[in-house]
């Protein structure tokens, strides 16, 4: 007997259907038009092979194991980084909102050192650290820390003061502010924070992997570019791009219930 959530649930599941459908649409073009161009010989494929030399490339390496190695690697370090670069982030981002004295203390330094650029921090680490992974950690950490605190930190600043007080009015103690209130209010922004800092950890992993690393997509990316095997490296800009985009997916449906209580312009285009 069909219910009336499965009848629902059909539609829906059609609309995200044609959604990936669409979304796949312009690579599916271009990888075609460049396959043909390439065929036609309009453009050359020796430094950006076509789709069909890189998919050759990608079945060897998964044929091989290789990648199957170098994604959990990558997945590994970026893991590790996201996870202690998200928690500091949050952890300092509300302090810093929430007590004036120590945004003016260390507000200035954090912002002065979030301008300064991934590779600067790879000798420095190296140095203290070593080449083993606690420096890949350490740097995607950096790298996902500041999106996070400046999101954490922005998110609670802005919270609306006649929100604050109406909880006063209505007599909440500062708990009951703090979950009815202030935290309805702060995770919308927290969550977009942490998907910046999701993509940002990916980002900085492949400086990670500079340093040292035999394993990882950012090791193959270096090796493709050591002994001139451009197919290798679109395999990786490739496989990066699938596994942020499945990475960035998860954290939304696992955050997705924290903000279902929204309803935005958005659900309504």
């Known amino acids: 007997m069909t219910t009336i959530s499965d009848a629902e649930s059909k539609p829906a599941a059609r609309e995200r259907g044609s959604r990936l459908l669409l979304g796949l649409l312009p690579p599916l073009v271009l990888a075609l038009g460049w396959e043909g161009g390439v065929d036609a010989g309009l453009f050359s494929g020796r430094l950006l092979p076509p789709p069909s030399r890189i998919a050759a490339t990608l079945w060897q390496l998964t044929a091989s194991g290789d990648l199957a190695m170098h994604v959990e690697a990558t997945l590994m370090r970026v893991g590790l980084g996201f996870a202690f670069g998200a928690l500091t982030g949050i952890l300092a981002g509300a302090l810093v909102a929430t007590l004036p004295r120590l945004r003016w203390l260390i507000d200035p330094s954090l912002q002065a050192l979030r301008a300064v650029p991934s590779l600067a921090w790879v000798p420095l680490f190296i140095l203290w ?114 596994v942020g985009k499945l990475a960035d997916a998860l954290l939304v449906t696992l955050t997705g219930p924290l903000v279902r209580w929204q309803d935005t312009a958005r659900d309504s285009l």
């Open 129 to 242: 650290f070593g080449i083993l992974e606690t420096p890949k950690v350490l740097l995607i950490a950096v790298g996902v820390f500041f999106p996070v605190y400046v999101g954490v930190a922005g998110a609670i600043a802005s919270v609306d003061r006649k929100l604050v007080e109406v909880g006063r009015v209505f007599r909440l103690s500062k708990a009951a502010q703090v979950r009815r209130i202030l935290l309805p209010a702060v995770l919308p922004a927290t969550l977009t924070a942490l998907r910046t800092g999701l993509g940002l950890g990916f980002l900085f992993v492949v400086a990670a992997e500079l340093m040292g690393a035999s394993e990882g997509l950012g090791y193959l990316l270096v090796d493709g570019q050591q002994f001139g095997k451009p197919d290798q490296i679109m395999a990786a800009i490739i496989t990066f791009a699938v």
